[in-house]
């Protein structure tokens, strides 16, 4: 007797020898993978018809920031500092717990609806310290994994020196490092929460507590995650401050290692590609966020000819959205034309960076990232019955160059049904849709006349519209 029997499906299975399987039965168990054939011919509490749907592990996003998915919608068209400058900063430094939970439910929500299972939230907001409580709090009642990554900063937000507005997200070392331990020794290895330390980047934290931070982090055998080498401003920082590149200088701090996640890389030189692959660093790929804001474009195919495991992410804002299947085609889609090689990017290795390489990078190999006995069950449905996806034909391009995130109809994690036939069980979403309406007004009525003014900034004559002035 199983809890849940999916049967009769299209398995894409993502195990080791890339199996894919026709009128595949699924049993899971106890919140794991009991049985996977032909015909299982067994009972189950729960029956899920399978026919005309392909399932797959539930796609892995290994870098966001959940607050930004309730401030969406002001700024765009900007470069890195506007952005921080003139959008987030206004809005986020009265960021309080009551927020920081609605955006998490609003996070947890769009990424049950587009079929991602398990994610990494970069949490730096410390306007209270009670904001990351909070969001965890959300996540872990919304049935997803979650990765929960302290953030610190002590010196700077993207740069900003710590004055004005920007004051309230910049803390002291000892303070910052007392709670992260705390967090971590509360949250990690319980209900589907893992946590890492993440200093915001090299630049918005200073040596002494980045070196006490990798020290904190390899004392409680967790992941260190930073962004790197994102924007190119900061490597010639860099270079002028360390003369060493980003990730030099992060590695000549300790920073490197099986366990350590490098955000971004785009500005990484052949050298670092190396020194990452060496040192078993991990990357996450951010290619529409990256795009958005200017950043330029990764080197993935090197880094994965290298031997780098990168998997991919939304970022924040910046990307407009959840939903990995748009990030996975634009990812594959942008490395074709940079190399203009039609093969620079394969759809089975985008597959593969969306579900078994994202476990990796987020050290969850163990229990997710493929459909296999024994494994956590985290996996989800993709209607293959419907005008974009008809029945037949290769299912992975079908999968990623075809499918939205609004054909998954289902999603389940470590065994829980989250979403069945496009209905979400785990969360009211009617409900959270109007708290996060809610929130969202009172974020943008605390961002102030800087904010109004991006929000009501004419259509422009020419150029992008936050250089428009208002009245
Ligand atoms: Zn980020």
Redesign the pocket.
Known sequence: MFDILISGCTLLTMNRKNEILDDCDIGINDGRIQAIGRNLNVQAEKVLDGRDKYVLPGFINT?T?AYQSLIEGVGYDMHFNPWNLRYLIPIISNMTPDLAGISGELAALEMIKSGTTAFSD?WYLHTDFENIESVTDSFEKSGLRSHMVFGFLNESFAGRKSTGSAQGVLKEDAELLDRAERFVRSRHGRNRTTCGLGPGSTEDVGTDLFRNIINLGRKLDISLVT?IAGWVEIVSRSLEKYRLRDLEYAHSLGFTGEKSIA?HGVWLSEDEIRLAADTGTKIAH?PVANMHLGYGIASVPRMIKSGITVGLGT??AASYTYDMLEIGKTAAMLQKVDKMDAEALTAEKVLQMMTVDGAAVLGLEKDTGSIEIGKRADLIMIDNNCSNLLPGGRAVPKILYSARGSDVTTTIVDGRILMEDRVVLSMNEKEVVRRAGEAQAVLFRNGGAETAELLNAPWPDKGASWRTQNG
């Open positions: 870098h920031h970069h962004h955000i951010n970022d924040g």
